[in-house]
C-alpha cells in the first residue's frame, strides 16, 4: 500500500554501452519541461566521465563509484537515496543512470524493499534504450541486454538513421516477443517526447493494451486468416518460395460474409489445426472442410486448386502470414480474389527467446489467500527468472482493482479505485526467461473463487 501520489516518481534508465543513455539525459535536463530532476549515475570504474558530458544545468548529480553489481550498489543506492530524500522540496523527479552492463533488477528492486523507500518513492518506469545498429551483436549471448529488455516499460529503438526500416521491423519484432508490454519507440539521438519517458504512473493496462492489442490473446497454430466471399468454381491459391518447406491450412466454410462470422470460426480452426494434416502436393484440390491440409511448398511456382461447391462466404487460415510466400488467390480468368476480411494471430512458435512474456487475461474473482499462496510459491521458486510481473486483479473481497508490479521476488500492490460496471477481470503480464505459459495459466486459474 505504499505507492500514492504523494510519492516522488523514480525512472531507471538502462541500455547497453553506447546506446544513448548519456543523449537521452542531456535532452531530459536541458529540455523545458518544468520539472526538476535529480540525477544519478551509477558509474563503472574510478572516475565517472559521464559526469562531464551530463549537461548539469539546476540539476543536482549524484555518482555511485563503487562498480556495478547487485548488493553493493543496492547499499550505495539506498544510501544516496536516503540522503536525497532529506532535500526532497528540491526536486520532482529522480532519473537513475544505470551502467551498460548492469542488471537493472537490482536497481529497480530497491524500490520495493527498503521501508523508507517504499514510503517516500515509487517506480515509475525503466527505460532501456537500444541502439538499433549494435544490439545484435549483443543480444543472443549477453544476459544484461535481454534483461535490460525484459525490464522496460519503454524501449526507445535508437540509432534508427544507421539501418534499414526492414532491419527495423525485424528487430523490434524480435524485441516485442521478449516483452510484448513495452512501449517501442523509434528514435535518433534519443529524441523522444519527455511525456513518453517520465511519469509513466507505473503499469498502465491501457496503454499495454494499446501498444498491441494482441498480447493478451492466447496463441493460436496459424497466423492469419481471411474472408473471402466466392462464386462456386475452382479458384487458384499462388504460392512463391518461402523459409518454410510445408504449411498447415485449412479452407472452410463461414456463415457470413462479415468479420464476425470469421471470428466465430476461429475456435473451430484451432480444433482442425490440433487434427493430424493430410499431405498434399503442388497442384492437389482442397474443398471446404474440416480437414488440416499440409501443403508441399518446396518450388518456385506453386498453385493449389481451392474447389467452391457453392457461392458463399469462406475462410482460409494459414499456418504462416501469405506475404512469407507471396501467397494469393485468383479466379479461373487469372484476376486477383481479395480478401474481404483479414486477421493476423498472435503465432506461438515465434519466441526463439529465452526471454518471453505470458500474458494472463481471465474473468473471475481471485481468492487472496490462495493467490498469496501461489504467488509466495511461484516466486520463491522462479523468482530469479521472473524479471518483471505487472497486472490488475479482481479480488473477491473487495469492491476496488487491484493494481501491483514487481521485480524478481518483490512486488509491491494497491488498491486503486472501484471497478466499474461490467469491467471486473483480471489481466496480468510475467516478463522472464523460460516462463511456462501452460503453467502459469493453470496456477493462475486454480486462484479463481
Ligand atoms: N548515429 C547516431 N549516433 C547516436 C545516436 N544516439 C547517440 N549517438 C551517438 O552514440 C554515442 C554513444 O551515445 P551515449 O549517449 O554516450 O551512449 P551511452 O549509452 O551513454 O554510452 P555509455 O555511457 O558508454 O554506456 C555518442 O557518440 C552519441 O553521439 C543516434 O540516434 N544515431
Known sequence: MSATSSTIPVTVLTGFLGSGKTTLLNRILSENHGKRIAVIENEFGEIGVDNDLVIGAEEEIFEMNNGCICCTVRGDLIRILSNLLKRRDKFDHIMIETTGMADPGPVAQTFFMDDELREAMSLDGVVTLVDAKHVLLHIDDSDEVKEQIAFADVILLNKVDLVSTTELDQLEARIHAMNSA???????????????????????????????????????????????????????????????????MNFRSAEAASETAMR???????????????????????????????????????????????????????????????????????????????????????????????????????????????LRVLLAEQGADIFRMKGILSFSNSEKRYVFQGVHMLFDGRSDRPWREGERNNSLIFIGRNLDREALNAGFNSCLT
Open 264 to 374: 466465430e470460426t476461429v475456435e473451430k480452426a484451432v480444433l482442425v489445426f490440433s487434427d493430424n494434416e493430410v499431405e498434399l502436393q503442388t497442384g492437389a484440390v482442397i474443398e471446404p472442410s474440416e480437414q488440416l491440409s499440409q501443403i508441399n511448398l518446396e518450388g518456385d511456382q506453386l498453385e493449389y486448386i481451392l474447389r467452391v461447391p457453392a457461392a458463399g462466404a469462406y475462410t482460409l487460415f494459414t499456418e504462416h502470414h501469405p506475404d512469407e510466400f507471396e501467397a494469393y488467390i485468383t479466379d479461373a480468368q487469372g484476376n486477383r480474389v481479395e480478401a474481404s476480411f483479414e486477421r493476423e494471430y498472435k503465432p506461438d512458435h515465434e519466441h526463439d527467446e529465452d526471454v518471453t512474456s505470458v500474458g494472463i487475461n481471465t474473468q473471475g474473482d481471485l481468492d487472496l489467500d490462495k493467490f498469496q499462496e501461489w
Open 182 to 248: 513495452a512501449k517501442i519507440y523509434r528514435t535518433q539521438d534519443a529524441a523522444i517526447d519527455m511525456d513518453n519517458v517520465l511519469n509513466l504512473g507505473g503499469f498502465d493496462l491501457d496503454r499495454a493494451l494499446e501498444v498491441d492489442p494482441k498480447f493478451m490473446e492466447p496463441e493460436y497454430p496459424f497466423e492469419w486468416s481471411g474472408l473471402y466471399a466466392l462464386e462456386a468454381g475452382d479458384y487458384r491459391f499462388l504460392l512463391g518460395a518461402g523459409p518454410d518447406p510445408a504449411m498447415n
